[in-house]
């Protein structure tokens, strides 16, 4: 899969960068005090980390507040790439419909408008939950459990999810908008309370406190490695990551719920679920249960 103008780092130098901002800018949590809330989310600050040979490069906006970056970038249609986080939204969603709470800005916000190959928007989620995994790993050493399709995990709870939409045009492939949700800061009183056992934060989870634009600049470039990998090998990082395979799982297909044991998971992106009458269904997506 190709980014249009894709040109790349090395990952060697992607994980180099990322870790040597981490050490410039992440602050350490006393477990007893967390430290005020200061992370400032500057365009500036973004395309100063970024390599300018990034295809994001210069390609950022930062908004104060909106109603959700996913409507934003499609009702204005910026010339692609382009990413468009915001420190707080008043109507983020997810998948399927369902509301993202991100009324403040103590997570990562953003959407991304994307033109890839038709054939390879089906991975697209696959591949962007993969480079939030990377993202997270290169600034905290957490590693994160994939959760099939658009889930991130830490200590089975949910750390960030993705969502891609499409946007059809005449003639012409239908572009990708994928948006993230990466909690970053929350502590146990800032998510509500049907959220407090299922969701989790990197600040909870790690006592660190990773800045957006540092964790926005780890996702672009991961991002730009992954869509440039070869599937078979993404795919592979995917099923060591999974932590469904192997497992009993129901997933939800439209208005079916079907149960069985997760057997694999292809390089086109399906889950392979073994239903009890011994017949395999191959799922493109669809919601299944929580926690994995
Ligand atoms: C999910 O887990 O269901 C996906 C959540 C995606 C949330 C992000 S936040 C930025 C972008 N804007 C939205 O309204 N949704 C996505």
Redesign the pocket.
Known sequence: MRVRVALMRSPASVAAASSKSRRLTSTAISPSKPAPLSDPFEVAHVDLLLSPKSPFHRRTTILKTCT???EILRTQLPPAPAVLATEV?TK????PG?P?L?ENPLGL???ILLEVPSSQLPLLSLLASLAAADAVRALTQLEPALKWP??LLLKNRKLA???VETISRVNQPPLALL???LNLHQQTADFPPELKDSAISLLQASRQRIPRSQMLVAFLENLTRRLDQPTPEAMEDWRRACLQLGRTLSIRVGTTILTGTAESLDDSGHLHLRLPDGSLQKIASGETDFPA
């Open positions: 959700s970056t996913q939204q983020g969603h997810g998948r369902k993202w991100s916000w953003v959407s658009n889930d999810g993705v969502l948006g993230l949700g």
